[in-house]
């Protein structure tokens, strides 16, 4: 059994499963398989890990290296040896790690008055439970009860639903997932949007129009009131305008009159 600690393992430092196979007389490994949690591996397709047999007095070392180790890599690890009389002999070591989260790459939305559901999601690989809970970050009054949490192991997810969002929901809050090997925490922002949000591009192109509205008739209203202040301010000149206009109507109307 091994334990990998998430920043130990590197170029410098490779993890290595060491597999013993104690010689004997007239026996002899023909065919050896390398088996990663029940598939073969293919070797060409993991740059980051390669095998090595090393011959010994007495014994054979067979190796697995890994200058790169991650979450996906930890798990059961098999060494199948088919020997020329026949047989078979299987070696197994357990690779264990502490569960990794996946991280939520941009806040979740929704509505007031919605529901939403998140499912907090880890990988790696223990024979014993994980535990997994959700916390939020600044705690507030009236938030605990309001969380509805459910949790199904089979699928290594731990879900948190509101059943109807309101305002205050919206926040920070964290998942924890911890293990006999470590722990691991992510992250979720919550925001909630006014019910109303929608509405908004609508209500702004009203209150243009409303606005554009407003300034016609301001604008033409100042423009009569400019017009009766100038009359008033110039009585004379107004009544011999109106003089001259009833003038040229009563010469236009003579024009018209046909000749005898």
Known sequence: MMKFSKTVVNDSNPLVITFEFQAKENLYEEKTTYIFNNEIIDFTKKPDVKKEEIQERGRKLFRLIFTKFTENTAGKYTLNIKTNNGSEINATS?????????????SRRSTEGGRMEVACMYTGFSIE?????????TPREKVTYRLAKSVDTSENKDIIAWDFLVKSDAGYYRCDAVNLHGNDSVILQLRVKDRLAPLWPFIGIIIEVIILFSVIIFYEKQKSNKKSAEKEANPIRQSLLDDNKASELSEGVHHRNPVD
């Open 94 to 106: 357990f690779v264990f790690s502490p569960p990794f989260l996946y991280e939520f790459m941009e």
């Open 129 to 137: 439970p994980v535990t997994l809970n959700w916390k939020e970050v």
